[in-house]
């Protein structure tokens, strides 16, 4: 199932070597979100495999980016110690455009609002 997540480019991180045959990439974006009228941040890491370590080369920090993604679960044992590690491996990375919210709290402009020496508009309705 694949997943998807909007936000700032906060962080890209050096391509690592692991294996012969295997070399990841991490980059970190920022989620904003707005509960009850309190904003609130969380960095969410992502992890590039292989030849999708090249696919965030041609982005800039604080672009705002929507993450396509699937979640990957992994279980490691070591003297009988179980752990289970989650990685959310990107596989496709999409530039967003900014969009510019408007303002709700500016009032409507009335006579008032006119410079001055300028009479407001003739009510010239046939009615």
Known sequence: MAFELSGKLIEIFQTIQVKDNFRKREFVV???ETVGGT???DPVKFQLLNDRCDIIDSFNL??????SFNIR???WERDGNVNYFINLAAWKIEKESVEFKKDTDVPFP????LPAGVDG???DLPF
């Open 62 to 67: 604080n672009d705002q980016v929507k993450v």
């Open 73 to 75: 679960g992994n279980r």
């Open 30 to 32: 920022e989620k904003k």
């Open 121 to 123: 508009p003739e009510d």
């Open 110 to 113: 009335d006579e008032s609002d």
């Open 39 to 41: 904003e609130y941040s």
